[in-house]
């Protein structure tokens, strides 16, 4: 039976190359995944295997050296019109690793939640706009208050809560996260966890999350996307035919964790031990 389900996002035979010369090497290789509009898709795979570059290569942060990156019909890796361009930097966010690279410490976080929003709906007053950013900081558990303070005066775990309510403000149709819990303690990134799914489910938005951590990707996804060593591909795809809202200790989520991680070391090729010292 066809998958009646609406393809938001393809990535088609992908490649990724650093370098140039003798010293090129291929990161992520014939790579290929569909996500569908309003699923949580997870990239999971050993650290350096391509996880990150191939959430980079999506937002157009790398260059792809073959394959195509296809939203919503059209192409967007290499060359693209304005119009298209513009398209994407509005339905396409990003929330990074390390919120200290991307949050601007010298704007009021009001600003900051509020930048991606006045870029998508510049129709909105400003009373509407303020009004957007004070449920965006509610939604992520943070005290509309918050929105007059400095970014500096967060802790870890309050400043990546500030970058999920940016995204989510500016209701992207692609939310990309690259393992935006890693830096913050257990109980912290459990509760962000939680609260992920909940704006998710409330909004249907379409997540790609990336992260190192098997369990975090099988309690958060649709999907899961175990990648192979470099140079990087699919090396297997685990549905998880489960609720959005599910329990932790679920024996089903166990069984997907506990295979991947049996897997999680076979296939693929490693770089070359002498590799990072020619370059």
Request: glycine share 8%.
């Amino acid at each position: 039976m066809a998958d009646e389900r609406e393809v938001l996002l393809e990535v088609k035979d992908l490649e990724v190359t650093y370098g140039s010369g003798r010293k090129a090497y291929k990161a992520v290789k014939n790579a290929n995944f569909t996500i569908y509009k309003g699923e949580t898709f997870g990239l999971v795979g050993e650290s350096g295997s391509g996880k990150t570059t191939i959430g980079r290569a999506i937002m157009r942060i790398l260059p792809t050296s073959g394959g195509q990156v296809i939203y919503k019909g059209q192409q967007i890796n290499g060359k693209i019109s304005h119009a298209l361009d513009r398209q994407v930097i509005k339905e396409i966010q990003m929330i990074f690793q390390d919120p200290q690279s991307s949050l601007n410490e010298r704007a009021k976080v009001s600003y900051i939640v509020g930048e991606g929003l006045m870029n998508v709906r510049p129709d909105l007053s400003a009373a509407e706009r303020d009004e957007k950013v004070r449920q965006a900081l509610l939604d992520v558990g943070l005290l509309p208050e918050f929105a007059s303070r400095f970014p500096h005066e967060f802790s870890g775990g309050q400043r990546q809560r500030i970058g999920v309510a940016r995204a989510f403000a500016a209701d992207p149709e692609i939310i990309l996260m690259d393992e935006p819990f890693s830096a913050v303690d257990h109980l912290t990134k459990c509760t962000l966890q939680e609260e992920l799914i909940n704006i998710r489910q409330a909004e249907n938005k379409t997540v790609l999350f990336v992260t190192h951590d098997i369990n975090e990707a099988v309690f958060l996804a649709d999907r899961v996307v175990l990648l192979s060593p470099r140079p990087s591909t699919i090396q297997k795809i685990y549905e998880i035919p489960l609720e959005q809202k599910r329990g932790r200790s679920d024996p089903l989520l166990l069984k997907i964790a506990a295979e991947i991680a049996k897997d999680i070391n076979s296939g693929g090729q490693d770089i070359p031990n002498n590799y990072w010292g020619n370059l």
